[in-house]
C-alpha cells in the first residue's frame, strides 16, 4: 500500500506564527492532495499537486510538491485559530486514495 | 450539483451486535466509493472501495464488510461488533476527472 508520513504529528502555535507540516512517500506520487478536518467532522479539500515542484497557494495556505514528487509541504502563513484541525495529505493509486498520518494544528489565540 | 449523506451520525452498540452504516450519493452516477476508518481523531484507514455496483475490494481484513446494492447506495456492515471497531467512519466519492474526495458528515461509533 501507499505510505503517507506527516510530520509533526500534532502542532500548538501562538496565532500569527508561520507553520509547516511535512508529507513524505514512500514511493512517487502520482497526484498529492491535500486536506483539512475539523474535530469530528468530514474532510474538506484544499489543494492538489500534480506536477514535480508545483507550489499551489489558497489565502495563507501554501502547498509545494518537491521534484522527485515524493514530498510536499503545507505552509501557513501568519496562522488564525480558524487554521486549527488534523491536516491530512493523501495520494491515490488507480482507484484507491489513501491517507497520511495526520498533523493536529492547536492556534492558540 | 452532488451531495453525500451518511447515518447515522451517532451509534452506541454492545460487543456482538450487528452494525449497518448507510451511505448515499446524489447527483452523480457511477461514482468510486470509499469508506475509511479514523481511530483517535489521526490520519484515515482505507477500509473498502467500489468502482461499480456490487464491486467491492477490501483493503485490511477486519471484521466489517462492505455492500454496493445500488449505484449510489454504500453499506458498511459486521455481523458481530468488536471493542476494536468503535470510531469514526467516513464514507466519499470520487469527482471524477478531478481527483478530489468528497466526505460525508461521518458516523462516529463506539462499542461498549
Known amino acids: 500500500s501507499q505510505e503517507l508520513e506527516q510530520s509533526p504529528q500534532s502542532l500548538i502555535v501562538q496565532e500569527g506564527k508561520n507553520l509547516t507540516i511535512n508529507c513524505t512517500s514512500s514511493?512517487?506520487?502520482?497526484?498529492l492532495y491535500w486536506y483539512k478536518q475539523k474535530y469530528g467532522e468530514g474532510l474538506i479539500f484544499l489543494m492538489m499537486?500534480?506536477?514535480?515542484?508545483e507550489e499551489k497557494s489558497h489565502e495563507k495556505i501554501t502547498a509545494k510538491l518537491d521534484e522527485k514528487k515524493q514530498q510536499s509541504s503545507l505552509h501557513i502563513t501568519a496562522s488564525q485559530p480558524s487554521h486549527a484541525g488534523i491536516y491530512l495529505c493523501?495520494?491515490?493509486?488507480?482507484?484507491?486514495?489513501?491517507f497520511g498520518t495526520g498533523t493536529s494544528l492547536t492556534v492558540i489565540p | 450539483s452532488q451531495t453525500i449523506h451518511q447515518w447515522p451520525a451517532t451509534l452506541v452498540q454492545p460487543v456482538g451486535s450487528p452494525l449497518s452504516l448507510e451511505c448515499t450519493v446524489e447527483?452523480?452516477?457511477?461514482?468510486?466509493l470509499y469508506w475509511y476508518r479514523q481511530a483517535a481523531g489521526r490520519g484515515l484507514q482505507l477500509l473498502f472501495y467500489?468502482?461499480?455496483?456490487?464491486?467491492i475490494s477490501s483493503e485490511v481484513p477486519q471484521n466489517l464488510s462492505a455492500s454496493r446494492p445500488q449505484d449510489r447506495q454504500f453499506i458498511l456492515s459486521s455481523k458481530k461488533l468488536l471493542l476494536s471497531d468503535s470510531g469514526f467512519y467516513l464514507c466519499?466519492?470520487?469527482?471524477?476527472?478531478?481527483?478530489?474526495?468528497?466526505f460525508g458528515e461521518g458516523s462516529r461509533l463506539t462499542v461498549l
Open positions: 447527483g452523480t452516477s457511477n461514482p468510486n
Open positions: 493523501g495520494a491515490d493509486k488507480g482507484n484507491q486514495f489513501y
Open positions: 466519499a466519492y470520487l469527482l471524477e476527472g478531478t481527483g478530489e474526495l468528497f
Open positions: 514511493k512517487t506520487l502520482y497526484g
Open positions: 467500489s468502482v461499480g455496483i456490487g464491486q
Open positions: 499537486l500534480q506536477k514535480g515542484g
